[in-house]
């Protein structure tokens, strides 16, 4: 490509993502999200990322039985079988970096059940259904502690930078059509700077391509079900 | 009036996280279908939330409840068109108030994108114990994926929010 048709070319966004990339998407952020239950800041934000992260796992399962066999692909897939963007399976940081991964999932998640309140496919459009006002629950949650945070004392705001710092490059996989200006409004109003959208082309997640903390996220919670396969309780 | 004798074990179902409302209160049974010889009956319910615990509960008590009935039990799910808070009952929200927790208020969010980056989960008219307007929220989630946390503020009494859906 010449540097002139490079440059007049606009800012990369991310491919609408498929089924699978969604439904691993939900159930590896609920993951992430599960591991705050008891070791968040305040109780209240206990029970806030515990109900979201349950939110999450039911739309991952409302998705995955429709793929196949819900427990089988939780369960008994390895990290390169998983297409969830990268950014869900990063460890957790301090809790700005939790609840500023969680406003740009929310918000990827968000341009998605919108368009599949369209979608042909009876169970999608019906998860979507659910899931669009659970997410804008979510989203509302994720945006107000970033603004308060962002805008906040000179200790949180420092802290927010460098969440912002660690997390805007693994943006490229889930800055869909629309997601960068609803994401801007939000960091506009936390008083952060709106980095622009990183131009690789990246299919990371999607392509089974992940960094190391999947398989070490999935050695935790795949490991009783593969160790005791067909367990009840 | 067809499958009379099924709605009438259903209105004894209760929801096991919310044990006031039944699951017709909570207006998740859609549909209930008998077969002609009456040994036969299919419910379709839909549910509350997408990652509810309750919801395998409820499934598994209709069932149970029903089979004293009928021969064959089927439960169907159904999860469009997606359940709302419109859909509980004016006695089911009579009876959560009496409960202690206050019935979604304003209407559910309309079908189109919410406005944001913050929407209106609506909010409660007033303390449940005290009967005061002033009431400010603790806590967007709850106890259950259902609710949020707010108190009163001439009491000072916390309560749970049912919100809209």
Redesign the interface.
Same mark, same amino acid.
């Given at each position: 490509m010449s540097p002139t048709s490079d440059a007049a070319s606009p800012a990369a966004t991310a491919p609408f993502p498929s089924i699978e990339v969604v439904a691993d998407g939900c159930l590896i952020a609920s993951h992430r999200l599960s591991e705050w239950v008891s070791s968040a800041p305040t109780m $209240?934000?206990d029970?806030?990322l =515990?109900?979201?992260?349950? !939110?999450?796992? =039911?739309?991952a @399962? =409302?998705l995955l039985s429709h793929l196949g066999d819900e427990d089988q692909l939780a369960y008994f897939r390895d990290a390169t079988e998983f297409r969830n963007p990268t950014i869900c399976e990063l460890p957790n940081g301090d809790f700005g970096h939790t609840v500023l991964r969680a406003l740009f999932v929310d918000a990827w998640l968000?341009r998605v059940w919108?368009v599949w309140?369209a979608d042909a496919d !009876?169970?999608v459009? =019906?998860?979507a259904?659910?899931?669009v006002?659970?997410n804008?629950?979510h989203? @509302?949650?994720s945006?107000?502690w970033v603004?308060r945070l962002g805008d906040g004392t000179d200790e949180s705001h420092r802290r927010m930078l460098a969440a912002l710092d660690q997390l805007w490059p693994y943006v490229a996989e889930i800055a869909v059509e629309g997601w960068a200006a !609803?994401v801007a409004?939000?960091l506009v $109003?936390s008083t952060l700077p709106v980095p622009s959208l990183p131009k690789t082309e990246v299919e990371w997640g999607s392509r089974g391509q992940h960094t190391a903390y999947l398989a070490e996220l999935l050695s935790e919670s795949q490991s009783l079900t593969r160790e005791f396969p067909g367990a009840k309780w | 009036m067809t499958a009379e004798r099924a709605w009438a074990i259903l209105a004894d179902v209760a929801d096991p996280e919310i044990p006031v409302l039944s699951v017709l209160d909570l207006g998740i049974v859609r549909a209930v279908e008998e077969s002609a010889d009456s040994q036969r009956v299919t419910v379709t319910l839909t549910p509350t939330y997408s990652g509810c615990p309750a919801t395998e509960v409820i499934e598994h008590d209709v069932r149970t409840a029903l089979a004293s009935a009928y021969d064959e039990v089927e439960v169907k799910v159904q999860l469009s068109p997606a359940w709302t808070t419109d859909w509980l009952s004016a006695a089911g929200r009579d009876k959560l108030l009496g409960f202690g927790i206050v019935p979604p208020s304003g209407g559910a969010q309309p079908d189109g994108r919410p406005s944001l980056p913050i929407l209106d989960p609506g909010a409660p008219a007033a303390c449940p114990q005290c009967g005061s307007p002033e009431v400010e929220e603790i806590a967007g989630f709850g106890s259950t994926p259902c609710k949020a946390l707010w108190r009163c503020v001439r009491c000072r009494e916390p309560f749970d929010y049912f919100k809209a859906h």
């Open positions: $209240e934000e029970v806030a =515990g109900n979201i992260a349950l !939110d999450l796992l =039911g739309q @399962r =409302g968000e919108h309140l !009876d169970v459009r =019906g998860v259904e659910k899931a006002k659970e804008a629950y989203r @509302r949650h945006s107000a603004i !609803d409004t939000v $109003e | -």
